[in-house]
């Protein structure tokens, strides 16, 4: 059963079983040419709000050793915000730091289910950063406790890797929060390279 906080804005409840910081462990594994990289990692994603109409997201990732004597390894980190997809108007605040000049919408279930689409979900935007340079949009669809995302957009630093394309699927399933990440990178088409299972720990 998911327990909505008594603050949570009408247009998150679609996502609302996402909240909370969950942990857990995954498997790296990505061909590039002839090798595969291989390692099991650890992971942490957080998933919160402010009040506004988007999920704050953040996600640290770590490698394990080979030895179990020594310490894990930092890998990598993201950060981002995640909302159900509609046109923003007045009493939305943007663009830059203009405050809202109107009544804010969607603050209702009755409003919030004029934004289902046709599948029966809800189309979604996520904005990820990573510190490597790298920016995503991701577009998709919420529909009950899964996510299905493609990204619609790469933004990459002069001295990025070569990134061009991802997916990514999250999924609620016996309490546990499962995700797979294909990429296309390095000069590859889309393909297999990470997945997680995450348990809640907030």
Known sequence: MIELPVDLPAE???????????????????????DSVTHEFGQRISFSHD??????????????????????TPLVDEMGYWRISRPLGDGD???????????????????????????GGFDIEVSLVHPDGVSELYLGQVKGPRVDLATDAVMRTQ??????????????VDSHLLWAWDIAALGQELRTHASARLAKVE
């Open 159 to 172: 001295g990025a890797k070569p990134y061009a394309a991802a997916t990514r699927l999250y999924g609620l």
């Open 12 to 34: 998150l409840v679609p996502l609302s079983w996402l909240l909370g910081v969950w942990e857990g462990s995954g498997v790296i594994d990505y061909v590039i040419g002839d």
């Open 51 to 72: 009040g506004l109409s988007h999920l704050n997201y953040t996600s640290s990732t770590w490698l394990f050793p080979v030895d179990p004597d020594t310490e894990t």
């Open 93 to 119: 605040a943007g663009p830059g730091m203009l405050p809202a000049t109107g009544t804010r919408p969607f603050t209702n279930p009755a409003a919030v289910e004029t934004l289902r689409n046709g599948a």
